[in-house]
């Protein structure tokens, strides 16, 4: 039996506003821009993306599920998403929650607020992976048994805390430095754990589509199905299973509708499970399996840019003040929020916990330049920090007595 592993990963941060020194002690409102057409206003973005994006996908995916009674695949979706959505188009929701109850859309756990918590502070990690487990129970009555961190940020121990927290695999990536002479179409054991499995993402057949696919400088474009497929069988060999990682919006949003990466994706599900033994499996399938070795990470694996480490989110001292002055303030903020009732104070704290603000600060510009200025919402990434430093002193000045 032949298998595709596909899983996809919706996200969408709340962007801190044009945030000014001015508004410090004037207004807590850190997130929402009163200006629609503003680069920071996250109704249109979401709106947008969903019309680029979430809602033909979702079509894409519907009908395939319709049609198809081997179609599977697996979905992370954010707790920040869950709340955009239910606020603007509780539709997705609603579309959502229909997939699931087929049985064969797997969830996949993560930080509620997409951040990289577990790098400073692991009681935060802990309590926002909770949050959302308790979210999917709430939405979607299911309780997920596997785990991504964000950004597939993954080390020794990250595995070692996942297990702990009750997971039985993890997502990471298939980083050919790790990997060594291994194939990432297997099932791994993470190092130092009991029992968790490690699934990894095929990066170079996953990148094709993710982000190769409408590059006419590319020597392989256009990309056929019959092409990929070719790819597929070749790097699969006999019975093994390939696991398609990417962001959900690389449907729509990165390779836009016009580049034909839908019709390209139906082809491809309709052509896969054409054949005999071809089938699609989830990662809760996947993580049924016997891992055939074991596999360490002596140091932190992200999926971003090319260096595969986490110098997009801590690689200048922008980002370090940032972030590290803003999980100073969790245990007064824990503190102040419980004595005066005051959820709104914690959940402002952890919507700044977003990875995607630290990001907006990167400013290493040698080979993904061009990838973080297109996914930032901010002129420059020192426009991003001045906003988020605002929002952080603000938040310092609503601990005082």
């Known amino acids: ?9 919706i996200h969408q941060p709340w962007r801190v506003r044009a945030y000014s020194i001015f508004d410090v002690g004037v207004s807590d409102n850190y997130f929402f821009d009163p200006n629609y057409h503003s680069k920071q206003n996250n109704e249109r973005i979401f709106k947008k993306v969903a019309e680029k994006s979430y809602l033909p996908t979702f079509d894409l995916l519907e009908k395939n599920l319709d049609k198809h009674p081997d179609f599977k695949f697996s979905l992370s979706i954010t707790g920040v998403w869950l709340e955009q959505a239910e606020m603007w188009m509780p539709e997705l929701i609603e579309r959502l929650q229909k997939m699931v109850k087929t049985g064969r859309v797997e969830l996949v756990a993560e930080t509620y607020y997409h951040s990289m918590a577990f790098f400073y502070d692991r009681d935060e990690f802990k309590d926002q992976v909770k949050k959302q487990v308790e979210t999917f129970q709430k939405f979607f009555h299911v309780t997920p048994k596997v785990f991504r961190n964000t950004e597939f940020s993954y080390n020794d121990e990250v595995g070692r805390a996942v297990e702990e927290l ?15 002479w291994r194939s990432p179409n297997y099932v791994y054991q993470a190092s130092g754990t009991k029992n968790l499995k490690l699934l990894l993402k095929n990066y170079r057949l996953s990148d094709d589509i993710a982000f190769r696919f409408s590059d006419k400088t590319w020597k392989d474009w256009p990309l056929t199905v019959d092409k990929y497929e070719a790819w597929l069988d070749a790097a699969g060999g006999d019975g093994e299973t390939i696991n398609l990682f990417m962001d959900f919006e690389t449907f729509g949003e990165h390779q836009w509708k016009e580049t034909g990466i839908f019709d390209f994706m139906n082809h491809l599900i309709d052509s896969w499970l054409s054949k005999k033994d071809h089938t699609f499996l989830t990662v809760a399938d996947r993580a049924a399996e016997k891992p055939v070795d074991t596999l360490s990470f002596p140091w932190t694996v992200t999926w971003a840019d090319t260096e595969r480490d986490l110098s997009a989110w801590m690689g200048n001292k922008l980002q370090d003040e940032a972030m590290t002055g803003l999980y100073s303030l969790r245990k007064k903020v824990l503190e102040v929020s419980k004595i005066r009732k005051d959820e709104q104070l914690l959940e402002d704290f952890r919507h700044l916990t977003t990875s995607d603000h630290a990001y907006y600060m990167c400013t290493k510009y040698w080979n993904d330049g061009d990838v973080h200025a297109y996914f ?26």
């Open 166 to 180: 009750g997971f039985k695999a993890c997502l990471c990536e298939g980083w050919d430095k790790i990997l060594g």
């Open 376 to 401: 930032s919402a901010y002129d420059s990434p020192y426009d991003a920090f001045m906003y988020f430093l605002n929002a952080l002193r603000s938040l310092e000045y609503r601990l005082d007595p």
């Open 1 to 9: 039996m032949r298998g595709i592993c596909l899983y996809l990963h």
